[in-house]
């Protein structure tokens, strides 16, 4: 009776999500996807996924350990990878059945810039979580430039303003500006590269011809993989670098550099991480698509309820060698709502990782939108697009239709609140204002938004044309 009775309550639950779930209903009503948690039987179940050692991993580590894989009927092993191309490439050839990804690399694939693979994402990972480091030597070279608080310490956010001088006495004393990032299509790349063109340092352009990225630019930035960042920067080989967590933290503990901003600065509650499967892995085992995404979103949730309780936790966890294997101390200074910058300015920021909360796991096609204006104003997509053509690439690698379909059936066993979901978002965030430069940005509109840049390409701009004018 007691069974019978949970049945009928689901099936209410479920007719009444049907009638009120108004966008992704033609994906639902299509139906290959499952309804209720019993029904789904996951195609294939031995799964195996791969990560970079970041923080941001964490909503993998956390659905393994708090058994919400095993919860869906998922055997999953979690493989450290060497850095994001043999990530990506492994996902391709189908050793990895999916990984821990820059939103970028999901992006640049389907449009085949770098290596071309349908990949597609039904889960963001997280919002902000990265910082900009630079040596002590342009540290001790910046912060007499910049204003200070009554207590002396340096006014936030940094403007690389103040690190335009810096480079300009570099170029002086005939030395090269280099920095790091962690790969071409990384958000590390654009937030550093918004944050240079923010001061007026031009970044450089990628063209067809020259994938270096260094075409006309002030500051020099190329590929170092993230947990060799801290050592790079000590050899002097980087003046700085933009990386995720704990690799800016860590400096600070070594002694080595100063973090000057985080990316929470640069664009309050940035998209970050997507967990990336090639389109045929949905399409060949569509249960277990959505398994995984229940899981992830269990895990998203975890980390983020009751005000971050759980956080101390998840941080010993994460600092196992098996996942990030950093000190607890270190992972522990930004995942715990605070960040710091110069050795003891420590400052508050509740939401320098966010997992779940703020619809932070929906994949929103404005986030994949953004990235591609990022492509295009940076030369990696050459050639001028319509607004139509970023809209179709988002649709056609960040699935909403996934993630609610995994959602609904979560609410449905109670595991997740139905007010925790944009059911009736048409994927396309409000337009945002909270950026360094205060530019707004609407991802229905990346030609007009591409046009606000003083530094980059736009409308009609193509490199050849930009690097003879000069
Ligand atoms: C997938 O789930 C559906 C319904 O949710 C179920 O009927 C089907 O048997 C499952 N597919 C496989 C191959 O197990
Ligand atoms: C989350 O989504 C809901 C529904 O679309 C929306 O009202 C709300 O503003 C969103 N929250 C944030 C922080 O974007």
């Given at each position: ?27 639902l ?70 990984a ?38 342009v ?22 303003d ?38 007026g ?31 790079t ?142 492509m ?56 945002v ?9 609407d ?14 390409l ?13």
């Amino acid at each position: 009776m007691k069974i019978k009775l949970a049945d009928t309550f689901r099936d209410f639950m479920r007719r009444h999500f049907l009638r009120s779930v108004a966008v992704p209903l033609a994906a639902l009503a299509v139906a290959a996807t499952p309804l209720a948690a019993e029904e789904l039987i996951p195609e294939k179940d031995e799964l195996k996924f791969g990560f970079i050692k970041l923080t941001d991993m964490a909503p993998l580590a956390i659905a393994y350990e708090k058994g919400f894989f095993e919860e869906e009927g998922l055997f999953v092993t979690l493989e450290p990878q060497a850095n994001w191309k043999v990530l990506l490439d492994r996902v391709i050839t189908g050793e990895l059945d999916g990984a821990h990804m820059l939103a970028g690399q999901p992006l640049a694939a389907t449009i085949g810039y770098g290596t071309e693979a349908h990949i597609i994402t039904p889960f963001s990972m997280d919002l902000n979580g990265n910082g900009i480091t630079v040596s002590n030597e342009v540290w001790e070279m910046m912060k007499p430039l910049i204003p200070k608080m009554d207590d002396g310490r340096p006014q936030h956010p940094i403007k690389a303003d103040y690190l335009k001088p810096v480079i300009e006495q570099f170029q002086d004393e005939g030395r090269p500006f280099n920095m790091g990032m962690v790969f071409p299509v990384s958000t590390h790349n654009y937030e550093l590269r918004y944050w240079l063109a923010a001061g007026g340092i031009h970044p450089g352009y990628y063209s067809p011809a020259d994938i270096s990225g260094q075409i006309a630019a002030e500051a020099l930035l190329s590929v170092t993989p993230p947990p060799q960042m801290p050592a790079t920067l000590e050899a002097g080989t980087i003046s700085g670098y933009c990386v995720g967590e704990p690799w800016n933290q860590q400096a600070v503990f070594k002694g080595i550099g100063v973090p000057v901003i985080t990316d929470y600065e640069i664009w309050k509650d940035n998209p970050e991480k997507v967990f990336g499967i090639t389109a045929e892995f949905a399409e060949q085992y569509p249960n277990t698509t959505i398994a995984l995404t229940k899981a992830l979103i269990r895990a998203g949730q975890w980390l983020d309820e009751n005000d971050n309780a759980n956080r101390g936790e998840a941080v010993e966890i994460l600092s196992r060698s098996e996942y990030v294997g950093a000190d607890e101390e270190v992972i522990a200074n930004s995942m715990t709502g605070t960040f710091e910058y110069e050795r003891g300015d420590k400052r508050e920021i509740p939401d320098f990782n966010v997992f779940f909360r703020y619809n932070a796991t929906y994949p929103y096609y404005s986030d994949a939108v953004w990235y591609l204006t990022q492509m295009r104003r940076w030369g990696q997509i050459a050639e001028p697009k319509s607004d139509d053509w970023y809209a179709e690439v988002a649709a056609k690698v960040y699935r909403p239709d996934l993630y609610l379909t995994a959602a609904k059936i979560l609410v449905d066993e109670g595991h997740v609140s139905e007010a925790d979901f944009p059911w009736g978002t048409d994927g396309y965030r409000e337009p945002v204002s909270e950026f360094i430069d205060g530019v707004t940005y609407d991802g229905r509109t990346p030609n007009d938004y591409l046009k606000q840049f003083p530094i980059g390409l736009k409308g009609d701009d193509l490199v050849a044309q930009l690097s003879e004018l000069e």
